[in-house]
């Protein structure tokens, strides 16, 4: 029903001053939309994401609402895509964030304290989730100790990490 709501406001909603321009920090003049949900956006993206609000109205929600994008027969296979874009995705980048981390890389100190803030919340939603299972009866061991733990160590490495950032010196301080 979210969804739902959602695309309803990127649709239907009004106000703003309407469309107007303004100048860039490079000098361009661009048209800013200026109506309703979208009306910081330019021209060019409202109509986008007012077309992507349509095909979630007209198109996904029905297809949710009749179960027929994840059939009952594989609901329980649906982790498997969080598992594999995990594996696949995250975890690549895990490594190579750390490798620019340890390197003193200015990508490795822009990308490590996200991933550790990201990594944070999420095992404190797997956590969450164990502890659900397990108040449904379903067995959670060894994942009620590792996750956690896990968990813990990502959120004392993030705030290591905040703790130890510095101010650059400035030349012309």
Avoid: W
């Avoid at 594999?84 to 995705?89: N, P, V």
């Avoid at 803030?117 to 939603?125: G, H, N, V």
């Avoid at 896990?150 to 030349?171: D, M, Q, T, Y």
């Amino acid at each position: 029903m979210l969804a739902v709501v959602a695309a309803s406001l990127g649709i239907f909603s009004s106000g703003g001053p309407g469309r107007y321009n303004i100048e860039t920090v490079r000098g361009e003049t661009v048209t800013v939309y200026g109506i309703g949900l979208y009306k910081h956006m330019s021209q060019d993206v409202a109509p986008q994401g007012i077309a992507q609000d349509y095909i979630t109205l007209l198109v996904a929600v029905p297809l949710l609402l009749d179960g027929s994008v994840i059939p009952g027969q594989v609901e329980h296979y649906t982790t498997l895509i969080v598992q594999g874009l995990d594996l696949g995705l995250l975890l690549p980048l895990s490594f190579v964030s750390g490798v620019l981390f340890i390197k003193r890389t200015p990508f490795g100190y822009l990308f490590t304290p996200v991933y550790f803030i990201f990594l944070s919340i999420l095992m404190a939603a797997l956590t969450a989730k164990v502890v659900a299972m397990g108040m449904l009866g379903q067995s959670v061991m060894p994942a009620i100790m590792i996750i956690p733990f896990f968990g813990i160590a990502a959120i004392i490495c993030s705030v290591l990490i905040f703790k130890n950032i510095r101010e650059p010196a400035h030349e012309y301080s």
